[in-house]
């Protein structure tokens, strides 16, 4: 049943505050996992693999990506964002203009859309636009917290999700 865990090497697990060190094999991480579920912590765990699984398939497919990006054209995740983003204001900021200012960690200009980016949009749809845009998870972190301190606004589940990719990195 758990052939596909077997080889996984070395890896630091520390889920839901359940530090295990560096485990190397399938039932080390079976044993993580029923100690993760018994101590209650059960969303933790599947948090934690979750994010595993996205960095994984985001790995995956920029190594075995063949198809070449279209210039010009949008993606649902780029329509999805700035849909949201800019619904509330007059002017609309592009994809491009919003890549910018998270890679480079700049809100000037347009405080109230990267507010709304943040705290609107849920934390896969963030990650995801983060992640077709090349931005950083450090320059992304640093920009929602530029954002947090202008704005004073939160999103606590964006907040977990940049701890659980930091602690899986």
């Known amino acids: 049943m758990f052939e596909g865990l077997r080889g996984i090497g070395r890896h630091r697990f520390d889920i839901g505050g359940i530090h295990a060190g560096h485990i190397s094999d399938a039932e080390h991480v079976i044993a993580l996992a029923r100690e993760t579920v018994r101590k209650g912590r059960f969303l933790a ?6 994010v595993k699984a996205y960095i994984f398939m985001m790995v995956t497919l920029a190594a075995h990506s063949e198809s070449p990006v279209v ?16 619904a509330p ?13 998270l890679a480079k960690m700049m809100i ?14 849920k934390p896969e749809l963030v990650l995801s ?4 845009h090349g931005v950083s ?18 999103n606590p589940g964006l907040e977990e999700q940049f701890v659980l990719l930091a602690s899986a990195a």
């Open 89 to 101: 204001y007059s002017r609309n900021i592009s994809s491009a203009i919003l890549e910018e200012c």
């Open 129 to 132: 636009f983060a992640s077709e």
């Open 71 to 86: 210039p010009g054209a949008i993606s649902w995740v780029d329509k999805l964002v700035l849909a949201t983003v800019n």
């Open 45 to 50: 765990l599947l948090d934690y693999f979750c």
């Open 137 to 154: 998870q450090s320059n992304l972190t640093a920009s929602y917290e530029a954002v947090k301190d202008f704005s004073g606004e939160s």
């Open 108 to 121: 000037a200009g347009w405080p109230a859309h990267l507010a709304s980016f943040f705290t609107e949009l």
